[in-house]
């Protein structure tokens, strides 16, 4: 949500607001993905309800989930500093 | 480039938008997202495993599959939203 053209960054009331509000949707979004991913992997029989089996699947599907974005995060953030450091050599 | 702010007087003089009024406007829309983002996800996944080979309407079986996706689906969802604040909370915690 970008009001910053409407003058409403003036408001700092409403700018927070925006902030919070961002910030679920980021937390909405990424629910509504694991879920998908994660059912994927699970449901193949669905039962009368979810065991606590498939509960613990579910537990774990986040985290690794969360794990595995973290990772990719991290291992490009290095992989960008050593290009960055060799352009910087290749300009002296 | 300003175009667009400088006509768009949301705030100036006597015509000012309640805050209040959009916060509960954009509130409404957020949750309106949200309901879509689930409903088409949660057809995605009831369709393909409870609907083979698609025949002329939906049959018996059919409905009571999909009753019964939906309802683990959102129990699955619930599941995946408790763990994440979960590890937002100790992610949280540990800063």
Known sequence: INMENQGATADPQLQQFIEIESQKQRFQQLVHQMTEVCWEKYMDKPGPKLDSRTEICFVNCVERFIDTSQFILNRLEQTQRSKVSFSESMSE | ?95
């Open chain 2, 1 to 95: 480039m300003d175009g667009f702010g400088s006509d768009f007087s949301l705030g100036a003089g006597s015509g000012k938008m309640d805050t209040g009024t959009i916060m509960e406007q954009v509130k409404v829309q957020i949750a309106v997202a949200n309901a879509q983002e689930l409903l088409q996800r949660m057809t995605d996944k009831c369709f393909k495993k409870c609907i083979g080979k698609p025949g002329g309407t939906l049959d018996n079986s059919e409905q009571k599959c999909i009753f019964m996706f939906m309802d683990r689906y959102m129990d699955a969802w619930n599941t995946v939203s408790r763990a994440y604040n979960s590890r937002l909370q100790r992610e949280r915690a540990r800063i």
